[in-house]
């Protein structure tokens, strides 16, 4: 596993852990695997509540409409840009999350992301999903290949035709966090363009 795969996975355990607490397993206090939380249990509507507490609708209105921060890009040589990130749920159904050492189910709702930088890298809208436990916090990924960025986004070496953008988002109620990541191709490691 490559340094850049380990930290992603170190941000996304870290990320999980802290929006899905419910994992922690008996009186000792483990994390419990996190595959064991990831069953799905079927669908629901975005307007319904379920076990996961309130619909997914009611949950992201909690959220802030658009969030903003600073992407901080890997390279050096790139200035720092302020972001902008919105946030709505795309209409399809969600999916109910559970399984076995996971004390509280949650939701994967579809999602479109709308992500624009001040220097004109990103100007997206992505589909993705939004992962909502009812906790005035949630998690977003989406993924884009590089060739079909709006955004005036190009990376030197990297071919744009095999290459994948992958985002990652933390939001809360007025704190944004996350990373951007390049894939430049199915055989090689994810590298980060940035943090917020």
């Known amino acids: 596993m490559g340094t ?9 355990i870290g990320l999980s852990a802290s929006l899905l607490a ?3 397993g008996g009186q000792t206090g483990e994390i419990t ?15 319904a509540a379920s076990e996961a ?20 890009w890997t390279d050096a040589g790139r200035a720092p840009a302020a972001v902008t990130v919105s946030v709505a749920l795309s209409g399809q159904p969600a999916t109910l ?3 076995e050492g996971c004390a509280r189910p949650f939701l994967d709702a579809p999602v479109q992301i709308t992500v624009r930088t001040d220097d004109g890298a990103l100007d997206e809208v992505l589909d993705g999903v939004l992962v909502l436990q009812d906790a005035g916090a949630a998690a977003a990924r989406a993924r ?21 953008v992958l985002l990652e988002l933390n939001l809360m109620a007025e704190t944004l ?5 390049v894939r430049p191709s199915d055989e090689e490691d994810e590298r ?5």
Do not use: H, K
């Open 177 to 181: 966090s996350g990373q951007l990541f």
């Open 144 to 164: 884009l290949p590089l060739s079909a960025l709006r955004g005036g986004l190009t990376l030197e070496g990297v071919d744009p035709t095999r290459a994948t």
């Open 33 to 47: 695997e996190l595959g064991a939380c990831r069953v799905a249990i079927g669908e629901v509507a975005i307007d």
């Open 22 to 24: 419910g994992c922690a």
């Open 53 to 72: 507490g309130s619909s997914a609708e009611a949950q992201l209105s909690a959220l802030t409409s658009e969030l903003s921060g600073t992407l901080a």
């Open 192 to 196: 980060r363009l940035g943090a917020l």
């Open 4 to 12: 850049n795969e380990m930290l992603r996975l170190l941000f996304q």
């Open 97 to 99: 999350v559970g399984g």
